[in-house]
């Protein structure tokens, strides 16, 4: 059992993206499938699906070849929860990075909250 997945997730990520592998699998869940929308949005992933391996279901991820020094940073954590204002959202790296954040209506952008006027919990940042 995983104490936190989304760290689990952008870690095999990282990992895969250091040892130059085209595509990785991961165990599935809703969380995780939101969080690749939003990097598939921005390109840090090429495509990702899930596949179903004997009695549970993964999802393979396939690595966008142009993010190949890719940096993910993991900001609440489960023993700190780091909640923002819209306000608070910053551009990552100068606009060539983007927060992920869980807003009400779903895992999204940071951009995408800060349109919306949402806050919410700051899950990473990737550039």
């Known amino acids: 059992m995983l104490t936190d997945?989304?760290?689990d997730l952008l870690t095999r990520i990282r990992n895969a993206s250091m040892a130059k592998k085209d595509d990785l699998t991961v165990?599935?869940?809703?969380m995780k499938m939101a969080v690749l929308k939003v990097l598939q949005a921005r390109c840090f992933v090429q495509e990702f699906n899930t596949v179903k391996n004997n009695d549970f279901e993964?999802?393979?991820?396939?690595l966008s070849p142009s993010h190949q020094d890719i940096s993910l940073k993991k900001i609440s954590k489960p023993g700190q929860r780091i909640y923002v204002k819209t306000t608070q959202l910053k551009k990552i790296n100068g606009g060539l990075g983007v927060a992920i954040v869980s807003t009400p209506k779903g895992i999204m952008s940071g951009e995408d909250a800060k349109k919306q006027k949402l806050g919410g919990e700051l899950i990473c940042e990737i550039f």
């Not at 993964?58 to 396939?62: L, T, V």
Request: net charge positive; proline share 17%; hydrophobic share 40%.
């Open 58 to 62: 993964e999802i393979k991820i396939i």
């Open 5 to 7: 997945p989304i760290a």
């Open 27 to 30: 165990p599935h869940s809703k």
